[in-house]
């Protein structure tokens, strides 16, 4: 039986998913806190397991135009290859510079690469996006993201 693309991809995540799901069963549980910081990375990797089960059973068949569009112009590639490199670098150096500081230069650089031009914009979304989600794992959820050099 030969595997069409969608069924290959999805065999792929789901075996991504299954690997995921090891690895946030064997984070540490906190007795202390609502919600614990296991939760988020289980819902993930039961999300992505689902979505590739149902990847695997949705019908398609190829045409030639869609063979056609599997070609990526170098150009693209540079800018995954740029966008990767820029999450890399944020999961990296995030908890010693904080969340905050990280998340909103991540958005206002990743945003700026891929070519938004809109400086007022960008930097208001970035910090409030920044600001809104520390707060809400923090001071909500009681789930401590790093602070970095910041005092709270």
């Known amino acids: 039986m030969k595997l069409s693309v969608n069924r290959g991809i999805s065999l792929v995540l789901i075996i991504i998913s299954v690997g995921y799901l090891i690895m946030a069963y064997q984070l540490p549980a906190y007795i202390f806190v609502p919600v614990d910081s ?3 990375p289980k819902l993930l990797g039961y999300a992505l397991l689902l ?3 149902f990847f695997f059973f949705a019908k398609d068949t190829d045409t030639e135009d ?47 690469f891929l070519g938004y031009k809109n400086w007022t914009v960008l930097i208001l979304t970035a910090l409030l996006f920044s600001i809104g989600a520390y707060s ?13 050099f910041l005092p709270f």
């Open 38 to 40: 296991d939760l988020v």
């Open 51 to 53: 979505l590739a089960i």
């Open 66 to 112: 869609q063979k056609k569009n599997r070609v990526i112009p170098k150009k693209e590639v540079f800018m995954l290859l740029g966008v990767l490199a820029m999450i890399l670098l944020y999961i990296t150096i995030l908890e010693v510079i904080g969340f905050v500081i990280m998340t909103s230069v991540f958005i206002i650089v990743s945003s700026r």
């Open 136 to 148: 809400l794992f923090n001071y909500a959820l009681a789930i401590r993201l790093p602070a970095g």
